[in-house]
């Protein structure tokens, strides 16, 4: 049981896995699959439930769609924290720069290092 919702732990595939992200779309599980796998990570990918259904509010209503097909991602390390890693710098990119909350969110298509506001030195 996580101590709180930043770190949660689930066993995947019979796996005791630290989770990474619930419910995501294929294309952004295959993102993080290849982001931790390339910071060798051991990364668990599996379907998510489907969300519990609401039944119809009269017989004659027509059935509601299907949800979309979403995804776990988990890694084996239970002491991954995606927060921690992000803001700790310790996750690189392929071409080694260093994974920033903009490229982990898939907001930049690429990685650039920024210099942490602490190390910026002081302008008054």
């Given at each position: 049981m996580a101590?709180?919702?930043?770190?949660?732990f689930d066993d995947l595939d019979g796996v005791k896995c630290a989770i990474?992200?619930?419910?995501?779309?294929?294309?952004r599980?295959?993102?993080l699959r290849k982001l931790l796998?390339?910071?060798h990570y051991t990364v668990v990918v599996v379907k998510s439930p489907?969300?519990?259904?609401?039944?119809?509010?009269?017989?004659?209503?027509?059935?509601?769609?299907?949800?979309?097909e979403t995804?776990?991602?988990?890694?084996?390390d239970v002491t991954f924290n995606a927060?921690?890693?992000?803001?700790?710098?310790l996750l690189?990119?392929?071409?080694?720069?260093?994974v920033t909350l903009k490229y982990w969110q898939q907001k930049e298509k690429v990685a650039h290092d920024e210099i942490p506001y602490f190390e910026k030195g002081n302008t008054w």
């Open positions: 101590i709180n919702q930043n770190h949660l990474v992200e619930k419910n995501c779309k294929p294309e599980a295959e993102f796998t390339y910071n489907p969300p519990k259904a609401a039944a119809p509010a009269t017989p004659d209503a027509p059935p509601p769609p299907a949800p979309p995804f776990t991602v988990g890694v084996t927060t921690n890693a992000i803001f700790g710098r690189h990119a392929p071409g080694g720069h260093i």
